[in-house]
């Protein structure tokens, strides 16, 4: 039983190498099975070797998603496989819902962290807050564990518990709390509200689940009535998601009949279309779009759409350049494969994808996924199309801003490693624990829907202070770090901010935090800026298509 197992298995994963073009076709069907035949056997071998002969005992499970990872590897950086409960939570999320205690967690010095419980959620009704460090998932031991292990131990079927023990500074001894895991919602626009009198702010930011464009309707429903005109759009960090639902946001602006996107495939799969807009009542108020180097694929395309028809302005920075269309298969025992089989493009003709033939996974992923990295934007780009009122536009490398404007809030390389102590800090000054800082900032956990008053949280000099004496102590206590006293003291301006940021969240949410913010954001104060060239921009596109339908 288990020989014929595992003779599946291996033909399984030869049949995909086949179907996906990793292998070179055979030129006959006779060859094209005496090959597959032929490299099951090999694979099958392979696998048998390692596991009688390899030094210590291994399983065929992690052999066989090796095997699965490293073939898609081969085909480019978009193409997944995960295994049944990835598989199930990726589904989840793009529902935007997932079964969960409802916490944002995140790696600080090598401990995991609780950044953020969100509203309504199991995390929040347990108590659990900003700088709880999670040591223990039931009775295991979790304090060198990494993200991905601790958030897939909190999820798990909606009606189940889990025990989950913190320490919280200020309080010697650990806390433990029992949590039922409850649906957590995911919306894909967690934060809308007016920046000022006339200008709604939507945060699209989550990426484009099955509610989004119901959401997006609603949103800006609501801000109408709040007294919205004009719109700011903000795609920052947007991952992407389904194509159906970036076609239906698209249309909530562009006109009836307009493109928003063409799909190209492999030639004779007869794939290839152009996917238009069908509402017919699309919103006419300016329009600014925010993007920067974590918004890829279906916020792309929205950007993409937008730009090429003119019926707005983007404003930030170089998106991601994900344009690589992956289709969902399913496989047996609740796995599942995401596949590329195509290609998007604007309506202008560019191709959104940018190069990754050249460079390693980790600079394609990663590294150019920072907001800010524009590196591989910078090279020079020849793929030249034009908007409708014969804008220059190129192809090849993401969307490129009609304004570039820098973000307020990125970070260097020694930032990025003075905010591993920076965390600490505000760890203890929420926790009432810095004697510079007034009775305000000791919080006993986060308060949702607050109502922002001007100039909450501000960063005295005595708590500027207190960091820098705490930053220097960090520094000798941790060489791995590689900082120095004086790079501290060169980073004060960036610390103030970012301690307030962190306070901000720590207090109300990342949410309300961002709004707090909203004035010293440099992106977003220059798109309120350019929205009246926006509207211009817009009129001057309907009226050449009215000229050229009266011709």
Not at 412 to 422: I, R
Not at 424 to 447: C, D, H, M, N, W
Request: hydrophobic letters at 40%; a neutral charge; proline letters at 5%.
């Amino acid at each position: 039983m288990k020989k014929a197992w595992q003779r599946c298995l291996v033909f399984g994963l030869v049949a995909l190498m086949l179907a996906s073009g990793a292998l070179v076709r055979p030129s006959t069907a006779a060859d094209d099975k005496a090959a597959q035949e032929r490299l099951s056997k090999d694979t099958f071998n392979a696998m048998e070797v390692i596991r009688s002969k390899y030094v210590v005992p291994v399983d065929y499970e992690p052999l066989a998603k090796a095997a699965i990872y490293g073939m898609l590897r081969t085909l480019d950086p978009h193409s997944n496989y995960f295994d049944p409960k990835s598989f199930a939570e990726m589904n989840s999320e793009h529902r935007s819902q997932y079964f969960g205690i409802g916490a944002l967690v995140g790696s600080r010095n090598r401990h995991v962290f609780i950044v953020e419980p969100y509203k309504g959620t199991p995390a929040a009704r347990a108590g659990l807050r900003y700088g709880d460090q999670i040591v223990m998932v039931d009775t295991k031991n979790a304090d060198n564990w990494t993200v991905p292990q601790v958030a897939n131990a909190l999820r798990g079927e909606r009606g189940t518990r889990v025990r989950v023990t913190v320490e919280r500074a200020g309080v010697a001894e650990p806390i433990t709390v029992s949590i039922e895991r409850d649906a957590v919602a995911l919306p894909a626009i967690p934060s809308y509200y007016l920046l000022r009198p006339g200008v709604g702010y939507i945060g699209l930011t989550r990426g484009f689940h099955s509610t989004t464009s119901d959401e997006l309707m609603m949103v800006m429903a609501e801000l109408k009535e709040q007294g919205a005109n004009s719109f700011v759009l903000d795609m920052r960090g947007n991952p992407g998601g389904f194509l159906d639902q970036a076609i239906k946001v698209s249309e909530k602006f562009i006109q009836r009949g307009q493109i928003v996107v063409s799909v190209h495939g492999r030639e004779g799969r007869y794939f290839d279309r152009e996917l238009r807009a069908e509402a017919g009542s699309p919103e006419t108020v300016p329009l600014v779009v925010l993007i920067n180097g974590g918004t890829a694929s279906a916020s792309e395309i929205v950007a993409g759409a937008i730009q090429d028809h003119d019926r707005g302005l983007i404003v930030g920075e170089n998106s991601f350049g994900k344009g690589l269309v992956q289709h969902i298969f399913n496989l047996s025992g609740g796995a599942g494969l995401t596949l590329t089989i195509a290609r998007y493009y604007t309506p202008s003709g560019r191709l959104i994808q940018r190069d990754y033939s050249n460079g390693s996974f980790y600079e394609y992923i990663v590294k150019r996924s920072a907001p800010g990295d524009e590196a591989a934007a910078s090279k020079p780009r020849t793929d030249e199309k034009f908007t409708d009122l014969g804008r220059p536009v190129f192809g090849g490398g993401g969307i490129d801003p009609d304004i570039k404007v820098e973000s307020s809030f990125a970070t260097t390389g020694t930032q990025n490693a003075l905010y591993h102590g920076l965390f600490y800090f505000v760890r203890e000054l929420t926790a009432g624990q810095v004697a510079a800082a007034p009775p305000s900032f000791k919080l006993k956990g986060i308060e949702f829907d607050h109502k922002l008053k001007p100039n909450e949280f501000l960063i005295t000099d005595e708590i500027l202070k207190a960091y820098r004496e705490f930053m220097h102590r960090f520094v000798r206590e941790h060489p791995e770090f590689r900082l120095t006293p004086a790079q501290v003291d060169d980073n004060l301006p960036w610390a103030r901010l970012q301690i307030r940021k962190e306070v901000l969240e720590a207090a109300y949410g990342s949410d309300t935090a961002q709004r707090a913010l909203a004035d010293l954001d440099s992106q977003v104060q220059r798109a309120v800026a350019e929205l009246p060239n926006a509207a211009n921009l817009a009129e001057r596109a309907r009226a050449k298509r009215s000229t050229v339908q009266l011709k």
